[in-house]
């Protein structure tokens, strides 16, 4: 069972940047492949970003060069910063581990909420 715990959300203005971090127990987030996810009120969950253990990324067509996913492996912590943040980012971001960079992993954490807003 791997246990994964979101963090960094909040309140930003639209322009702005922010980074959400995903760890777990037991040093496992550098051996698989780790993903985030959003979930926008009143829509699905969709697909960001995945990382593998070589650091090789994925992105969804709509981060368009404003997120980056990255790994410190030292510290067994994966990142999604997010710059010139949109209204249309808000949501819950869900960090994901165990799957592949086509499919979502078994492990999901509860999610932080990334609200962008004047």
């Known amino acids: 069972q791997v246990q994964l715990v979101e963090s960094g959300g909040g309140l930003v203005q639209p322009g702005g940047s922010l980074r959400v971090s995903c760890a777990a127990s037991?040093?496992?987030?550098?051996?698989?492949?780790v993903g985030w996810y959003r979930q926008a009120p009143g829509k699905q969950r969709e697909f960001v970003a995945t990382?593998?253990?070589?650091?090789?990324?994925n992105y969804a067509d709509f981060t368009k060069g404003r997120f980056t996913i990255s790994r410190d492996n030292a510290k067994d912590i994966v990142y999604l910063q997010v710059n010139s943040l949109k209204p249309e980012d808000t949501a819950v971001y869900y960090c994901?581990?165990?799957?592949?960079?086509?499919?979502?992993?078994?492990?999901w954490g509860q999610g932080t909420q990334v609200t962008v807003s004047s």
């Open positions: 037991g040093s496992i987030l550098s051996r698989i492949v």
């Open positions: 994901n581990a165990g799957g592949t960079t086509l499919r979502a992993g078994p492990f």
């Open positions: 990382i593998n253990h070589a650091g090789s990324t």
